[in-house]
């Protein structure tokens, strides 16, 4: 039971280059989250998946995409990346039907752009 | 919009217990989590209050007041793997599953 995985651990990218981040959970829940975060900022919601075919923006959703691929899997999306896009970005999964709201996070991707 | 306050930083001493407060404003209130996040580590769960009242997990206990739209978390006989950030996290507007973090606070265990 590997919980909530993320690909790459580690990327750097160019002003205005694209890219996808990757994340798979093996819990068999219904939600799925991205965040990111920065120093001094906590953790903001970007987007989450209440459930397979839906997805939501939460705080700051401008400038990325997102795909539930199935219930196991969301992917966040880099359209055009930009220097402010700089940031460590947490996948997250919980159930909410249990009565628990917790949240498994992933490892992160430490992301940087020049 | 959904709104939380904690301190940034707390000092306090191996074995002593050491509170740490949030307040949050939300136009409608579904929890109060707390997370555990060490230096350059993933978040981790540990508690949720959706009722009024405290909830107790070992050393660690958390507060909910939902009149006052306060809670807190007590952590008692501090160890020094204890250093690390601690989130509050609140469900309220926009339904269930939003879920707003605070900035954390950074707490220190001393020798």
């Known amino acids: 039971n590997a919980g909530v995985t993320q690909t790459p651990k580690f990327q750097v990218l160019k002003t205005g280059q694209s890219m996808t981040l990757q994340c798979a959970q093996d819990m068999n829940h219904n939600s799925m989250y991205w965040y990111r975060q920065d120093p001094g900022m906590g953790l903001r919601l970007i987007y989450y998946s209440a459930s397979e075919g839906t997805t939501d923006k939460g705080e700051v959703p401008n400038g990325y995409n997102v795909s539930r691929l199935n219930k196991r899997e969301f992917s966040l999306r880099l359209e055009s990346a930009a220097p402010s896009q700089t940031s460590v970005y947490f996948c997250a999964s919980s159930e909410a039907e249990t009565g628990s709201y917790e949240q498994y996070f992933g490892p992160g991707t430490r992301l940087t752009v020049t | 919009g959904q709104s939380l306050e904690q301190p940034s930083e707390v000092t306090a001493v191996e074995g002593a217990i050491v509170q740490i407060n949030c307040t949050y404003q939300t136009s409608g209130f579904y929890g109060l989590s707390w997370y555990q996040q060490h230096d350059g580590g993933a978040p981790t769960f540990l508690s949720y209050n959706a009722l009024d009242g405290l909830e107790e997990t070992g050393r660690f206990s958390s507060f909910l007041s939902r009149s006052d739209s306060y809670g807190y978390l007590l952590l008692q006989e501090l160890q020094m793997k204890d250093s690390a950030s601690y989130f509050c996290?609140?469900?309220?507007?926009?339904?269930?599953?939003?879920?707003?973090f605070g900035i954390g606070t950074k707490l220190q265990v001393i020798p």
């Open positions: 996290a609140v469900r309220g507007s926009g339904g269930y599953q939003k879920v707003t």
